[in-house]
């Protein structure tokens, strides 16, 4: 399959939308942002660590782990960021 270049204000948009979908939705979605992890600014990670911090409802049960998952690589990569400088 090819790959398609999306903005990063379109993955956010995909994100907020797949924030809690009962579909696979969350798991490519995720896929995307951990793909394009380091084009994200800092800003931008922080934007969606605070967005998993304060979700209410992850979707199925089993995607919870997977976005608290993903929160974590989120805070990793801004943390391996800043210890570099």
Known sequence: M?????DTHTLFFAFRY???RKSAAP???MTAIIR?????DDIELKRY???IETCENYGMDSD???WLNLKKDLEAELE????KY
């Open 36 to 40: 394009n992890i380091e084009k994200l």
């Open 64 to 66: 919870k782990e997977n």
């Open 49 to 51: 660590i605070k967005e």
């Open 80 to 83: 391996f960021r800043h210890r």
């Open 2 to 6: 090819q790959e398609i270049i999306v």
């Open 27 to 29: 798991s490519i979605v």
């Open 18 to 20: 797949a924030l809690g």
